[in-house]
């Protein structure tokens, strides 16, 4: 359960009152909303914010460590008609405020990089980009898997499943094997997210003893989610139709479910520094779904910082939707909050020390 810093309850009543509060209170408004829940709000409409342009739809992005100073890797690719067809990885330097597009090397000419969510794996040297991308073949979703280095992206591997039917983020376990979320039990199905159903899954990849990759699935019953990350062996999947992000401990080739993290509205990706979580939420679905059709209108994002070892929630950053709209993820580097979003070319810097 979140840490409450309003309410003295009882431990019963707390859990019943926190199961149904968006349910019952969806009228209302969210930092209203929040307060209720227990979530600590910080007001930071007045803290400095920048735009920086990167590319077309960076919906997902990484903290790099791996080069002389840090760096962000975002994954591009143009998600609007009226944009020129886009898809790279993007980097950004903070402490230069420059932007590149990694050169890729090595990919067969076959295929075609659409990224989507994408996860480093930093223990090999060089390190490890796993990228989820759309082709143009219906239904063919594979994982790449790129060596990165400071330019370049050099291929190394490509990872295929059909169970990969609407993959939209991806994490390493605890041994080298890959979860990855379906964000649907059948992809774009408009029934799933009119009716708000629970009919997505975790799929897990692990190597057999020929190398090969094999699948299968881990997890099911989950509405809508577009994030995965892993602290240890617990393993933190998001959940936009039941707001929560579900908690598994890994147990072998299992995952044991434990109990959830409330309180997300529309949560999107989910992000892992100093063993905190980070994930931002479409908090607004309809004016989401109004931002999917014209980037003219605006759709709410708000971002949390989750703590497990306090169980405690905390949110970062509200906007209704005039600084960015259906931000996707959320970092924090030096005091400052980076948030990307799903179709417009730029990522938001916020400095979270204030004025």
Known sequence: MQENTKFMMNETFSKRWELNTHRKF???????LLLL??????DVSTFPAERITVGAGPEDMVLDLSQDTPRLLISCAARRESQQPFGEIVTYTPSTGKADTLTRTGMPDSLYFQPHGIFLDSVPDPPLLYAISHEHDEGFHPVYVWEVAENTLVFHELITSELLHSPNALALGTNGELYVVNDAGKRNSMMEKIFRLNRANIIRLEKNTSGEWEAAVA?????????INRIGTTLYAGDAVNNLMHVYEIVGTELVAKAPVEG???????????????????VKPLKFVAHTQSHDKKSPVEVW????????????????????SAGSTALVLNGKLY?????????????????
């Open 305 to 324: 910082e989750y703590d497990p070892a306090q169980e405690k929630l905390t949110s970062l950053y509200y906007t209704d939707g005039s600084a960015i």
């Open 26 to 32: 969806a009228w209302l408004p969210a930092a209203f």
């Open 219 to 227: 997890a099911e019953g989950l509405g809508m989610p577009a994030g």
């Open 339 to 355: 948030i990307s979003q799903v179709f417009e070319p730029f990522i938001l810097e916020v400095d979270l020390r204030g004025l």
């Open 37 to 42: 829940s227990g979530c600590s709000v910080q």
């Open 264 to 282: 997300l509205p529309g949560n999107d990706n989910i992000r892992v520094i100093n063993q905190k979580l980070y994930t931002t939420g479409h």
